[in-house]
Every structure is written in C-alpha cells, then in structure tokens.
C-alpha cells in the first residue's frame, strides 16, 4: 500500500480531481518522463508540488495506479488511496482515469468495482456513514500524534472544521499578539533587527525617534498574517491537548462538524 504523508501535505478533493488537479499532473507528467521527453519539466513540478515529501517511487505508484485501476492489495482486497478520504470517495477520484484504458482485462475489473462504489446518488444514511468514516480516519491522524510523538503544529492543520469552529475573541487574539511581541522584543536591539524579523508589518514604524519608541509601536500595532496565525496555532493547540482519549476527540469532532 502507497504511504501518502497527508499530514505534511493536506489536498483538498477540488485540487485531486479538478482538470488540472494533482493526480492528473503526475499521471501527465509522468507520461512524459517516460518518454524521456521534458524531465527537466517534470522535475522541477515534482519538487514544487504538494506531494514533494513522498518518494519518487511513491508518486510513480499513483500513476501506474490512475492508469491500471490497480485497486486491490495483495489479498485482493479493497483499499483506501488517500487514508484520510472513504473509499467510495478515492475511488471516485480515480475513476476518470481508469476508464481511459479500454483493452486492459484488470482495468475492466476495475471499473466494475468502481461502478458500484461510485453511485450517482447516495442516501442520507450513506453521505452520514462516509462523513463518519471520514472524521474517524482524521481523529486517529491527530490523536496519534498528540500520544506518541507529541502535539506538533502539522495537527493543526488536519482538520479544518477545528479552526473554522474554534472563535478567536479579540481580546484574546490582543493578548496572544502582545505576548508574541513581547517575546519578540526581548531580542531587539535595533531597528534593523525587527525588519529582518519579517514578523511585523513595517509601515508604521517610520521615523522612530528612539528604539523605546519603536517597541512601544509595535506593541500597539498590526501583526501580519504569519503572527496571526501562530497566535491561532497556540489555541488550536491547548484546545486538542484537552483530550485524553481517542473517543473523546471523536466525540468532540462530531459535535463540532454538526454545528
């Protein structure tokens, strides 16, 4: 089974399966490697793409997968191409390439297997059991890493509806901000320390008349996008700690996903 580090490259299903989504650019761009055509091309997509952190090995996988309709593990039985999505969903990305290779006896199978998962209309019972499946393969993601290595920020990014749900007051967001520059500020000597920092928007630090000035500044002023967002990691962060037990973020996802 291909290793897809999904926690270190989040794809949307848009960017899967859209026309010029990813898996239509390698099962492309893999075509022309092989004809020995524009691999400088190749490469350098390759290495700019979401999938830079797999092997060349693995995304070559996904290619000879897309075209052969190789669907079945070595016991021959079903199984999820990206670990995160149902399968009736990776099957329903793969199934426009399958189809394209009409004289293959293995891809025929395929698309027989592929007409049943990938139904033209799913009932209420079947759209709630894929959410589920869906929320249970995210909560096992983010709950190994907060037991076994440890909470990191990559968990953060997992799971969208966590940062869609969790609200940021602004007298939170004030705090968290004024502690990140409170920090920052304990290594500033000058003026040309906080612009190489990149950290805060420099438009209205002009003209300080000394460095007291300058700080008092930028306690006071705008942060940009990435202080935003590291203020937002440290609640995300605190808020996933919380849980001890992989049914009680389970439990916690739902709610929040019906919300």
Same mark, same amino acid.
């Given at each position: 089974? =291909? ?9 949307? !299903? ?57 669907? =079945? ?13 149902? !399968? ?12 394209? %290779? ?14 049943? =998962?990938?139904?033209?209309? %799913? ?6 059991? *894929?959410?589920? *499946? ?6 096992? !993601? ?20 966590? %940062? ?30 906080? %612009? ?64």
């Amino acid at each position: 089974m =291909l290793k897809w580090e999904i926690c270190y490259n989040p794809v949307t !299903i848009g960017e899967l399966i859209s026309e010029n989504g990813v898996l239509n650019k390698i099962c492309r761009l893999y075509s022309i490697a092989e004809d020995k055509a524009c691999h400088a091309d190749w490469t350098s997509w390759f290495f700019a793409s979401p999938f830079k952190k797999l092997t060349s090995l693995e995304v070559y996988g996904a290619h000879v997968m897309a075209l052969n309709g190789n669907l =079945l593990d070595e016991e021959g039985k079903m199984f999820k191409i990206f670990q995160v999505l149902s !399968i009736k969903q990776s099957a329903e990305i793969l199934r426009s390439y399958v189809i394209e %290779k009409e004289n293959n006896d293995r891809v025929w199978k395929a698309k027989q297997i592929l007409s049943q =998962l990938t139904l033209t209309s %799913k009932t209420e019972d079947k759209i709630r059991q *894929e959410k589920e *499946e869906i929320l249970r393969n995210y909560c096992e !993601i983010i709950f190994k890493e907060l037991q076994d290595i440890g909470y990191t920020d990559k968990a953060t990014y997992l799971y969208p509806i966590i %940062k869609d749900k969790i609200k940021i007051s602004k007298q939170l967001a004030k705090r968290l901000y004024r502690y990140q520059a409170y920090l920052f500020l304990k290594k500033i000597k000058n003026k040309k320390d906080i %612009k190489e920092s990149k950290l805060f928007d420099v438009g209205f630090l002009k003209n300080p008349s000394n460095i007291e000035d300058l700080k008092k500044k930028i306690i006071t002023g705008i942060p940009v996008e990435f202080v935003k967002q590291q203020c937002r990691d440290i609640v995300v962060s605190k808020y996933l700690k919380k849980f001890n037990s992989y049914q009680s973020l389970l439990s916690e996802l739902k709610k929040l996903e019906n919300q």
